[in-house]
């Protein structure tokens, strides 16, 4: 299950203030940890040293030496029985020539607890660990070793890591509720956005509003107003060929219906083969009109331009003008390329070869018979491609030329040949996807010229 952006804030916060707690609770520890064992070793060197030197002054003199180290012990422990609990955990020996046992503390083993070098050292006696520190007088008639059980070190870390632990784990469920409020109130632009978006209608397009969006999630609504543009865009497409197609269409059917019923209910066979043979070019009108505006509706959506290559115009000419050959045969229309023909733009190969059979086409179905079509395909001085398609049809009026791109527009030189209006708006709608320009103008052979000029590659 997919977790939420407020789940996935709230969990890497939180483990990240964790963690760094954690961290800083260990480093301290640590740190800790290694102060106190200083601390300690420089109190059992100065306790050694102080040790030594009373040790020294009291045993310089006879009658100490004339005593027994018992005596000594045993007014040490009277002492030491009326002290802190701690000084049980404190041991200390008093070792003079010959490895005799001076005086030692109630705790004190009467065996050396380290051996003869000076320094630190652990030793375990009686299941307790111990850190002892030795230390001999300048003349080696005395050695003093001070132990201090581990446990009072241990005791001491331990209470430092509570006092560290203990405030991080109490006011942890204070920290989750503080990252949970900042997080959903940084987060409430985003919901509101939702709301807003899941709230509206189906044709409810207009742009989202960009006030107090943050700026991280201004490129998503951006994009998403962008989406809202091109759907709307997309739908009134949708609803105009609808409407055009509806138009289009209701007239070309009436007159298929007239054509049947005369066919149909005329008992003079001449009248019902006139009927019949309108009823087929009727069907033939239709059809071409269906099949222009499914082209149409088909270069409506930007996708049909994505797969873009290079695209070689004279050899995609040479095909339309063969696929188009048999109808400028019927109408003994010579059509040529021009041998010299050069060009390759990047583009869509499908939109390109409907533009040219579209461009084509035309030019024979306004083309008296026994006209000419010339297409000509060239290179420009500063790389770009131009595509021209000229004919000795009747032309374009000059004042009509702007309109003849609008769907449906018939010019008036155009009334009397059968077509759908549609085939420049075709046109026009693939040269405004490659970027390209079309102009129309009076060609040489006496009647239209179209000349499609693209970009340099």
Known sequence: MTRSIR???LVTLLSVVILSWVLTALSGYYEAHHEIEELFDAQLA??????LAMSSHELEEERLYGQSGNNVITAYEAELAAGHEYERKLAFQVWTEGNKLALRSENAPTFPMAGEAN????????????????????????????AQSLEIRNELVEAIAQRLLIPILLSLPLLALLIWFGVTRALRPLLDLARDVSQRDPDQLQPLPLEHIPAESRPLVESLNQLFDRLETAFENERRFTADAAHELRTPLAALRIQAQVAQGSEDETARRHALQQLVQGVDRATHLVQQLLTLARLDPDTAYVDKREVDLCTLARETLAELSAAAQAKNIEMSLDPACHGRVRGNHDALAILLRN??????????EGGTVEVRVQTREDQGVELSVADSGPGIPEEERPQVMERFYRSSTAQQTPGSGLGLSIVQRVVEHHKATLTLGSSTLGGLEVTVRFPKP
């Not at 100065?46 to 040790?51: G, K």
């Not at 652990?122 to 070793?145: D, F, P």
């Open 119 to 146: 320094g630190y050292s652990e030793r375990t006696l009686n299941e307790t660990h111990w850190r002892v520190y030795s230390l001999t007088g300048a003349h080696g008639k005395i050695r003093v070793q001070v």
């Open 46 to 51: 100065q306790s050694a040293r102080v040790l």
């Open 359 to 368: 461009l084509v086409e035309n030019a024979i179905r306004y083309t008296p």
């Open 7 to 9: 789940q996935r804030l």
